[in-house]
């Protein structure tokens, strides 16, 4: 099965800061990898998802990159705000049946 | 937007109690996961179905917990009964196919608490 971690765990920026968030992964044999974003206590929103064939995704201020021989991607969010402010997770699939293997998350924090 | 629907958002019961969650996903997504997540950790899946069909239940706890989803759309997700340990958010996703170039959406969630 797929371990999949992220660090840190917590990480707190005054607005404006440029955020990067990691996430790694033990098996680099996956076909693509999530970003998701979680406020406190509501579900899961989809930010990117990255194909194992590329090496990043962009989606207005938020940038993924994926090096999939070292088992690593990273989020980046420019310019950071308030409102970024939540729990940041990253995903794989594992196993012939695609399953997602979540990392425990980053959370963020934006002070004003 | 299309988006996959859960009912309730949030439930209080008492330990030995019976409870059950719905979820209704994106329309034509044939993949139905449904994960649970314990505060300060990520998700994990407990059932996956392909249309009405199981295809990964290793993770239910099964003396416990059951899952349907009997005309291949919507589904239900039932606890009896209910334990202290139970308490966390359990999450409902759906996906296109169960291929690995498949997104998966998520719905709002519904928070348990057991008392």
């Known amino acids: 099965k797929q371990e999949v971690t992220q660090i840190p765990a917590a990480l707190s920026v005054p607005e404006g800061e440029n955020l990067v968030l990691n996430c790694s992964f033990t098996d680099s044999a996956i076909y693509n990898l999530q970003w998701f974003r979680q406020d406190p206590g509501k579900g899961l929103t989809s930010l990117l998802l990255i194909q194992s064939s590329q090496r990043e995704q962009t989606s207005g201020r938020l940038n993924a990159s994926l090096d999939k021989s070292s088992g690593r991607s990273t989020l980046y969010i420019a310019a950071s705000q308030p409102g970024d402010s939540a729990t940041y997770l990253c995903?794989?699939?594992?196993?012939?049946?695609?399953?997602?293997?979540f990392g425990a998350g980053t959370t963020v924090t934006v002070r004003a | 937007e299309a988006e996959v629907a859960q009912s309730p958002r949030y439930k209080i019961t008492e330990k030995s109690q019976a409870v059950a969650f719905w979820c209704d996903p994106i329309s034509g997504h044939a993949t139905l996961y449904w994960y649970r997540q314990i505060l300060g950790q990520g998700p994990e899946l407990l059932v996956q179905f392909q249309d009405e069909s199981v295809v990964d239940d290793s993770q239910l706890p099964k003396d416990r917990f059951s899952a349907e989803r009997l005309k291949g759309v919507d589904s239900t997700l039932k606890i009896q009964p209910a334990e202290l340990g139970d308490s966390a958010m359990y999450l409902c996703?759906?996906?296109?196919?169960?291929?690995?170039?498949?997104?998966?959406?998520f719905g709002p969630g519904t928070r348990l608490t057991v008392l």
């Open positions: 996703a759906s996906s296109e196919a169960s291929g690995g170039n498949n997104e998966q959406f």
């Open positions: 995903a794989v699939p594992y196993s012939n049946d695609y399953k997602l293997s």
